[in-house]
């Protein structure tokens, strides 16, 4: 292998063993150059880097609720008594109160002094531990009515419940109930009021079997008056509504039921209305006109107002009827004497039949 290196040479020219030699030099010169980054590389990878110096930690803190005074067992805690304050994470307790509202209307079940931190373990977490009143909404009041076997659906109605009240009024000959009122919370029945009721084999509270006589409402004030006085005029019935319904509320509702003894209506008497009178017509006085023709005194009363003619007889023979003048009275010296002066005609006379 040499000897055919040696022999390619011996052959080159001089140009070709320049160009030969300042290739090789080239190459030569990039391992050297390639050796000295590699070695400078490892000096600095072997060197340690210097780090900076430690920042200071920043301390998180958390916003707590702290009792701004003393606060005494049971007492509703209000935003006033309390205040907030931001503590170091490691000196807040585990189930720190942090907000206000979390612990509003609540009330303490510890004392709490100023500058302590509220917990949930000092505090009621649940309305049950308040005792009764913790039941009751805050916008309504406990109401209680008596209720037997019947209106009290057989003692099947139990603490958390919700029924509708009915009104049961008795006249004297039908029977009204009316939808008092809907969707009511049952608080208790007797003193039950579900804290700890004990249940039987079957898994149904045992409280259940009792006889109900009381039974306790949560009622807005108005409702709770409205009841109050419905109490007092009738019979207040509970009926149970299903855990869920097909609506909470329907339309106000009434049924009437007569009795069979119940007197029958008595047909209405139309009013008669009387006929109107005619007013009386005043007739006026009759002139009296008195006669005396001897020792005798003729009276008559002749009618202001015209006279219809009179009809005539008929003449029994058939002879023409006609009215015949008055007959002339014979004098006997005296003058007659007339009650008044003015002259009043006299009735037509008709002259009687001839005699045969």
Known sequence: ML???????????????????????????????????SVSKDKAAVQPTETPPPQ????????????????????????TMLQMKELPEDLVPEGAIKSFDDVKD????????????????????????????GNIPANCRAVSISVNDVTGVAGFARPGDRVD??????GKHSVTTNLLLQNVPLLSINQDHGASAPVGENGVPTAAIVNPSIATFALPPEDAL????????????????PSKPQSNYVEPMEYTMESVDAPQPVRETVPVIPAASIPAVSVPAVPKIEIIAG????????????????????????????NQPLPIIPSTGVAPIMSESTPVPSPPIVSPPANQ
């Open 3 to 37: 000897q055919r290196i040696t022999r390619i040479l011996n052959d080159m020219r001089p140009r070709q063993l320049l160009l030969l030699a300042g290739i090789a030099a080239v190459l030569m010169f990039g391992a050297i150059l390639a050796g000295i980054n």
């Open 56 to 79: 200071p930690a920043i301390e998180k803190r958390i916003p707590v609720v702290v009792a701004k005074q003393n606060i005494q067992p049971r007492t509703r805690i209000q935003e």
């Open 106 to 133: 609540v009330q303490l079940k510890v004392s709490i002094f100023a500058g302590d931190i509220l917990t949930i373990q000092k505090v009621f977490a649940e309305t049950s531990d308040e005792g009764f009143t």
């Open 165 to 170: 009240l009915l009104l049961v009024e008795k």
């Open 226 to 241: 409205k009841l109050i006085s419905a109490s007092k005029l009738g019979e207040i019935y509970l009926s149970l509504r």
């Open 295 to 322: 020792d005798q005194i003729v009276q008559s009363n002749t009618p202001t107002v015209p006279v219809a003619p009179a009809k005539t007889a008929p003449v029994a023979q058939g002879g023409p009827t006609t």
